[in-house]
């Protein structure tokens, strides 16, 4: 999440409606509130994926960050907002505000690094990022990504989020569909070794190549 981007919709949980609206004019809404909530079900089986120390990647309020933490697993949230880093650390998870394109605690040795609620999108290109995550993993790492629905399709370009009445400044992002993941996972050096539904959402399991 980027700090200026999301601000306004980490500090208003409760406020009007947060949406996220690209340059094409496609508007998503911003479930908000699963965001500030426990990690729902839908989590679950990628918690359970998890079996050494994770990175929690844009990790917001850091419901996952904690899920995982109760795992009994060594996990570290990394967010650019210190409001995000802050929420999460409320939850009695170990946050680290940085940008994660920076230095990183432990580069090389993170045994998964989780990418969720449209994560993939940071930075506007998903093979930066996924290559990005390569080389915070040790060499049987895994990442543990959401996608969009099959059939869905890619986009990458600018995008900024309306909450209320408020306009956000412009930034980078993406949108990957599960179809579509192969390629930049390949260009990383990374293979999709499962892909799989839960709770209406998807996710992919990638395993260093």
Known sequence: MSDDGFATALRHRDADAHWLVQAD??????PVERWHGPAEAATVPVVSRCAGPTLDLGCGPGRVTAALTRAGLATVGIDVSARAVALTRARGAVAVQADLFAPLPAEGRWRHVVLLDGNIGIGGDPGRLLHRCRELLRPEGTVLVELDPPGSGTWQGRAHVVSGRHRGPS???????????????????????????????????????
């Open 171 to 209: 930034f980078g992002w993406a949108r990957l569909d599960t179809r579509a993941v192969h390629g930049p996972a390949a260009a990383a050096g990374l293979a999709v070794r499962e892909v799989f539904p839960a709770g209406h959402r998807w996710f992919a399991e990638l395993v260093t190549a």
């Open 25 to 30: 004019g496609t508007r998503r809404r911003l």
